[in-house]
């Protein structure tokens, strides 16, 4: 068994595939098609031993990530593993963001959904069975994925971030074990060794304004607290750098497929804060609900978002801006508030049966039960 089969293997044991939905051989090549073209961006192909191997998955861990596999002689190899699952989810979660509809019953289904998910993942068959039956109860999502223009190019752009900020991961990782100018093709952005100190410097600059936007809040304490966590933590630089990696590779796309389109260039800049949006509610979902946990706690990668973006958009700074405090009133009415309220019911519920099904003197406590 080679190291390729090897890595198959471990990914088919530590993830959960979805068995229903097989890719087309159409579907497999438009992806790899993709991943080459986000590749050709930021790396050239001289030192073919550090390209990442593209691989495709369905599963319902629903992330992709970057897999090294160091050898004997401190040689890596590199896997970029790219999970198809949350293109489904950030379709629907598009779709309800776009539409006119009432948004209740697919807010609903979808939170069954990820619940039921999760119980999966986390091998808990009495919550699987009582989230995977409501949300089967619930029927058909009801807003139409395909009935809205320009929802595949969003699509495409939130396909090209994953791959961008995965390969971001793949640089990054590269640094610190080898030589980067063996394979990066840095026109696309500066060295990225400066990138990782300016990056740096700009989280500190975020940090400074959260401490004086909320100076007179009692949590001010806790923006400290991250802020220091932020700046020591490699893993929150890591991830910031991997973004400007993906900003970089999808601007870049969107000026050569599109030269001088602003309206398309906004677009692109609002698919991407949409799926930090995304990104940022799915982390949401077993977060304590209280409004001063989510106004401390705001993303990093958000506020990252707003600042270094903004360099793509110099000579659209106002439009761009406006399009983003647009987007959040919008997202939080149609997404955020009704979802955040359903996780915060589900997670009572599933207090509920758990307490039911642990009851000290070994019986069911009915009472629980009709509470759920």
Not at 213 to 240: M, R
Request: proline share 1%; glycine share 4%; with cysteine.
């Amino acid at each position: 068994m080679n190291i390729d089969d090897v890595v198959l293997e471990f990914i088919r044991n530590a993830r959960y595939s979805v068995h229903t939905n097989n890719l087309s051989e159409t579907e497999e090549a438009r992806l790899k098609a993709l991943f080459d073209d986000c590749l050709s961006l930021v790396a050239n192909h001289h030192n073919k031993a550090l390209i990442p191997t593209f691989i495709l998955c369905d599963t319902y861990n629903k992330y992709s990530a970057v897999l090294p596999v160091r050898f004997k002689r401190n040689e890596y190899k590199y896997y970029l593993l790219y999970d198809i699952h949350l293109n489904r989810i950030n379709r629907l979660l598009n779709a309800i963001y776009f539409s006119d509809q009432d948004s209740g019953h697919d807010i609903w289904k979808l939170s069954y959904q990820l619940f039921a998910e999760d119980s999966l993942l986390e091998e808990d068959e009495v919550l699987l069975s009582y989230f995977g039956l409501n949300k089967a109860a619930l029927g058909s999502f009801e807003i139409a994925e395909n009935s809205q223009a320009d929802l595949n190019f969003i699509l495409d752009i939130q396909e090209r971030y994953i791959i961008g900020h995965e390969l971001g991961h793949w640089i990054y990782k590269v640094l610190a074990n080898t030589d980067i100018s063996s394979i990066a093709n840095i026109g696309f952005c500066e060295d990225p060794y400066m990138l990782l100190t300016d990056i740096k410097e700009l989280l500190s600059e975020l940090y400074k304004a959260y401490e004086k936007l909320f100076e007179k809040k009692e949590y001010v304490k806790l923006i400290h607290e991250q802020k220091e966590l932020v700046l020591k933590n490699d893993g929150i630089l890591g991830e910031c750098f991997a973004d400007a990696v993906a900003y970089a590779i999808v601007f870049a796309y969107v000026q050569i497929k599109y030269p001088n389109n602003k309206e398309r260039l906004l677009l692109a800049g609002q698919s991407l804060f949409l799926e930090m949006m995304n990104l940022h509610l799915l982390a949401m979902q077993h977060m304590a609900v209280v409004e001063e946990s989510f106004e401390s706690s705001t993303s990093v990668r958000l506020g990252f978002l707003r600042n270094y973006a903004h360099l793509y958009f110099e000579e659209n700074g106002e439009l761009f801006n406006s399009m983003l405090e647009e987007t959040v009133l919008r997202y939080e009415e149609r997404i955020t508030n009704p979802m955040l309220e359903c996780f915060a019911e589900l997670e009572q519920r599933a207090d509920n049966i758990h307490s039911a099904l642990k009851d000290v003197d070994g019986q069911l406590n009915m009472g629980f039960i009709l509470d759920v």
